[in-house]
């Protein structure tokens, strides 16, 4: 008997937990049969018209850009009425980013306030 995850979960990939779910779909934490490595996998139904070239249009961009801070892809699947964007698997959320920026932010002030005091008495001598 399968179960739900296993029936969205591309072929050659394991395991699936549920990462985040949102409007246009679930992302799973899966892992890759033959190599053991965990990826992340963006699940989006293929539901209306345009759904296909929306997902192409993600895809693409996906393989155009390159950047450190920019999660890679590693495949896409077509699997019917789901579409499967595999990619690497980021070691924090969004969630975990903004905190820390929140947190940084606050921070700003406090640090500016210590070293102000500090220029000020150097550009004295």
Same mark, same amino acid.
């Given at each position: 008997? =399968? $179960?739900?995850?296993?029936?969205? =979960?591309?072929?050659?990939?394991? @395991?699936?937990?549920?990462?985040? %779910?949102?409007?246009? !779909?679930?992302?799973?934490?899966? @892992?890759? &049969?033959?190599?053991? /490595?965990?990826?992340? /996998?963006? /699940?989006?139904?293929?539901?209306?018209?345009?759904? @296909?070239?929306?997902?192409?249009? &993600?895809?693409?961009?996906? =393989?155009?850009? +390159?950047?450190?801070?920019?999660?890679?892809?590693?495949?896409?699947?077509?699997? !019917?009425?789901?579409?499967?964007? /595999?990619?690497?698997?980021? +070691?924090? $959320?969004?969630?975990?980013?903004?905190?820390?920026? %929140?947190?940084? @932010?606050?921070?700003?002030?406090?640090?500016?306030?210590?070293?102000?005091?500090?220029? !000020? $008495?150097?550009?004295?001598?």
């Amino acid at each position: 008997m =399968t $179960s739900k995850l296993d029936d969205i =979960t591309p072929p050659g990939y394991s @395991k699936p937990k549920i990462i985040s %779910e949102g409007a246009f !779909g679930q992302v799973l934490k899966v @892992k890759h &049969e033959r190599s053991g /490595v965990e990826y992340a /996998v963006k /699940v989006l139904p293929m539901l209306k018209e345009g759904d @296909k070239e929306r997902v192409s249009r &993600e895809v693409e961009m996906l =393989t155009r850009y +390159a950047h450190a801070r920019i999660v890679h892809l590693h495949e896409s699947i077509d699997m !019917g009425r789901h579409q499967a964007i /595999v990619m690497e698997l980021g +070691a924090r $959320s969004l969630k975990d980013l903004i905190l820390e920026y %929140e947190k940084r @932010k606050e921070l700003i002030p406090l640090l500016l306030s210590l070293r102000l005091p500090v220029l !000020g $008495s150097c550009n004295k001598e």
